[in-house]
């Protein structure tokens, strides 16, 4: 039944994959049914037991390798195109090249989930896209993967994709600049290459129409100008030559078209929600006859299921069950509503989509929420921690200062204790102090009255000295005026005047002599006499020596001056 199969499997390529929801799908299987039994002698159970997915390939065997900076087709080798025995070495075989496409510089990561649905699509876009002018038209609500899977299918095929990049103020003389661009990557580079378009990209209405230009004739009218025409001929001209066809402009024109259309696969996206796309198969009818369509269908349980494990797997829980438990709860949710709005749309005619979208959203809120929650908690836990180690601390710490407390305690007490003591001591003392201090007040008074006398003493013995002075000046003066001569005079008196009996006397007062006459002739006869008068010490004469001169000259009745 192989050569069945083959036929069935590629009958349903073209015609299955139009259809656009399951109940026109198992029509075209009772049709498919009606034929096997009536030509083939079999039937579509017998050919796929339990309705199994068949798929065909020609890129999962040994002989199908893709050299990654391969630059044409040439370089990228087919095996031949046959049925997928192994599906599990299928989807490792896609993961590992979806690997590599993620790591190469140019590419954007794509975050794939490849289930059954997934790796279908992969091989279907790929069969488009390998066959000649193979166009497709993907339709299908955001985010069922039509893009990101056309990616991966051209990289699996060897080709380059192109998507232009729309910004503000993006115009249709820019969109011509990118078609203009494409036409030369693959009319004079020849480089294979997949447009992918994309129906929210219709910055105008005229784009469809030079799409579905592109679909039908390869060209679109007026796209290049005269002046940009003639670099591209001379670019082809010699190559023309060389494969012996005619250099004439209009044929170089058809070869460039030609070999444009034999290197680009056009990719439109559209999606099946609003009048957008009944309007432009309708208005542009190359979008129809002119592609494959692929219908891209919600997604099974199954697949919401594995998509949900894949995106939660990066979340560590406590038991491994969870994921798959929440996986689960995640799929419930979604079906569940797709199919609330289902039964809303044919009571009430009021439609909701409940697109990949917005389960992806559902699965990626409910990851980063749960990171968030699980960083605040942490976060949280952390500053209980750290608050139940300061507690900890502090009762340590009050249990040390407690047992110090303790000891301070006692120590306070015995200097409690000593305080009181030295305070009965201190006031004691005051008391003496205060005695003390009363007697220094009474010496103080008492000694201010004898200041007081001591300095009336002072001011009378200041005028006396003051009343002195010349007096001891004169005399000095007549001291240094004195000569031996004189001393012998005085010495020759046997009986000496009164006036000079005094004087002498009073002079061996001074130097500690007796007063009788006889004794001061016999110092005057002393040659250092009159030196011992100029040396004598005048500071030194006390109020002794002076009681003893004024008795002296008492006794003898007379008045001296002093």
């Given amino acids: 039944p192989y050569p069945l199969c083959a036929l069935a499997v590629s009958d349903e390529r073209p015609f299955s994959d139009r259809l656009i929801n399951t109940d026109d799908r198992k029509i075209f299987q009772g049709i498919v049914d009606d034929l096997l039994k009536t030509i083939g002698e079999?039937?579509?159970?017998?050919?796929?037991?339990?309705?199994?997915v068949v798929t065909f390939t020609a890129f999962h065997g040994e002989a199908a390798e893709i050299e990654e900076d391969a630059e044409d087709e040439d370089e990228f080798s087919l095996c031949p195109y046959q049925e997928v025995l192994d599906r599990e070495h299928l989807k490792t075989f896609i993961s590992d090249k979806l690997d590599v496409y993620n790591m190469m510089p140019a590419n954007i990561p794509m975050n794939l989930v490849l289930f059954e649905d997934a790796v279908n699509h992969v091989c279907h876009i790929f069969r488009i896209l390998s066959q000649e002018r193979g166009n497709a038209l993907l339709v299908g609500v955001g985010g069922s993967g039509r893009q990101s899977l056309t990616r991966l299918a051209s990289y699996l095929a060897g080709y380059n994709c192109k998507q232009i990049a729309i910004a503000k103020g993006y115009k249709k003389a820019d969109f011509y600049e990118d078609l203009k661009a494409l036409f030369l990557q693959t009319g004079v580079e020849q480089k294979h290459t997949v447009f992918l378009f994309n129906d929210t990209q219709l910055v105008e209405e005229s784009f469809l129409e030079d799409i579905n230009n592109m679909l039908s004739s390869g060209e679109i009218p007026g796209l290049f100008p005269p002046d940009e025409l003639d670099p591209i001929y001379q670019q082809l001209r010699e190559e023309a030559t060389k494969a012996e066809r005619s250099t004439s402009e209009d044929e170089l024109y058809k070869w460039f078209i030609q070999r444009s259309r034999a290197n680009l696969n056009i990719v439109f996206c559209m999606s099946p929600i609003g009048k957008l796309f009944q309007n432009s198969v309708r208005m542009y009818p190359s979008l129809v006859n002119c592609t494959t369509i692929k219908w891209f269908s919600e997604w099974?349980?199954?697949?919401?299921?594995?998509?949900?494990?894949?995106?939660?797997?990066?979340?560590?829980?406590?038991?491994?069950?969870?994921?798959?438990?929440?996986?689960?709860?995640?799929?419930?949710?979604?079906?569940?509503?797709?199919?609330?709005?289902?039964?809303?749309?044919?009571?009430?005619?009021?439609?909701?989509?409940?697109?990949?979208?917005?389960?992806?959203?559902?699965?990626?809120?409910?990851?980063?929420?749960?990171?968030?929650?699980?960083?605040?908690?942490?976060?949280?836990?952390?500053?209980?921690?750290?608050?139940?180690?300061?507690?900890?601390?502090?009762?340590?710490?009050?249990?040390?200062?407690?047992?110090?407390?303790?000891?301070m305690t006692k120590i306070v007490q015995r200097k409690?204790?000593?305080?009181?003591?030295?305070?009965?001591?201190?006031?004691?003392?005051?008391?003496?102090?205060?005695?003390?201090?009363?007697?220094?007040?009474?010496?103080?008074?008492?000694?201010?009255?004898?200041?007081?006398?001591?300095?009336?003493?002072?001011?009378?013995?200041?005028?006396?000295?003051?009343?002195?002075?010349?007096?001891?000046?004169?005399?000095?003066?007549?001291?240094?005026?004195?000569?031996?001569?004189?001393?012998?005079?005085?010495?020759?008196?046997?009986?000496?005047?009164?006036?000079?009996?005094?004087?002498?006397?009073?002079?061996?007062?001074?130097?500690?002599?007796?007063?009788?006459?006889?004794?001061?002739?016999?110092?005057?006869?002393?040659?250092?006499?009159?030196?011992?008068?100029?040396?004598?010490?005048?500071?030194?004469?006390?109020?002794?020596?002076?009681?003893k001169i004024k008795s002296s000259h008492r006794r003898k009745n007379l008045r001296l001056k002093t």
């Fill in 42 to 52: 079999s039937s579509w159970d017998v050919l796929f037991p339990g309705n199994q």
């Fill in 300 to 407: 099974p349980a199954t697949a919401l299921r594995e998509v949900a494990a894949q995106f939660l797997s990066e979340i560590s829980f406590d038991e491994p069950s969870h994921t798959e438990s929440l996986a689960t709860v995640f799929t419930r949710a979604h079906t569940s509503v797709s199919a609330t709005a289902s039964k809303m749309a044919l009571e009430v005619k009021r439609f909701t989509y409940v697109t990949p979208t917005s389960y992806l959203a559902l699965v990626t809120g409910y990851r980063e929420m749960l990171k968030n929650k699980r960083k605040e908690i942490s976060t949280n836990a952390n500053i209980l921690i750290s608050g139940l180690n300061k507690i900890d601390e502090a009762k340590k710490q009050v249990a040390e200062l407690t047992i110090d407390l303790e000891k």
């Fill in 416 to 547: 409690q204790v000593e305080c009181e003591k030295l305070l009965v001591q201190i006031i004691s003392q005051q008391r003496e102090a205060d005695e003390k201090k009363t007697k220094c007040e009474m010496e103080k008074s008492k000694t201010q009255e004898e200041a007081g006398v001591c300095k009336e003493i002072q001011k009378s013995a200041q005028r006396d000295l003051d009343r002195a002075m010349p007096a001891l000046q004169r005399a000095l003066q007549a001291l240094a005026k004195l000569t031996k001569d004189a001393v012998t005079e005085v010495k020759s008196y046997s009986t000496p005047p009164p006036v000079v009996e005094l004087v002498l006397a009073a002079v061996m007062t001074l130097l500690g002599e007796g007063t009788a006459w006889a004794v001061a002739k016999k110092n005057m006869s002393d040659a250092g006499f009159l030196s011992r008068l100029k040396n004598y010490d005048k500071d030194k004469i006390g109020s002794s020596l002076i009681k």
